[in-house]
Nanobody, 121 residues
């Protein structure tokens, strides 16, 4: 079964921290680079952090130095540690393979439910 389950979001004040977790099925996780994406209201979904199977990481300029992505290959799990959060980080956060897993059944990329992150000023 193809599945991702994101968790760990919530409401936090500016300057605070959150740690997101993502449990993914093997079909999405195994052998693939994984990424954390976010979508703010009225904006397109964007990739903010990615990690290869070997642990190489890359970040969007907007989160560089504040966010840290990691993965546990034995548990098919990806994490996103978010520090020094800003109101502009408010969004629904999703994890997926990079590029996103394509569902042949639905003929579209597969996305989980995501987890809401809200940063108050």
């Amino acid at each position: 079964q193809v599945q991702v389950v994101e968790s760990g979001g919530g409401l936090v004040q500016a300057g605070g921290s959150l740690r997101l977790s993502c449990a993914a099925s093997g079909s999405i996780f195994s052998g693939n680079a994984m990424g954390w994406y976010r979508q703010a209201p009225g904006k397109q979904r964007e990739l903010v952090a990615r990690i290869t199977r070997g642990g190489y990481t890359d970040y969007a300029d907007s989160v560089k130095g504040r966010f840290s992505i990691s993965r546990d290959n034995a548990k098919n799990t990806v994490y996103l540690q978010m520090n020094s959060l800003k109101p502009e980080d408010t969004a629904v956060y999703y994890c997926n393979a990079d590029p996103p897993y394509y569902s042949v059944v639905h003929r579209s990329p597969y996305w989980g439910q995501g987890t809401q992150v809200t940063v108050s000023s």
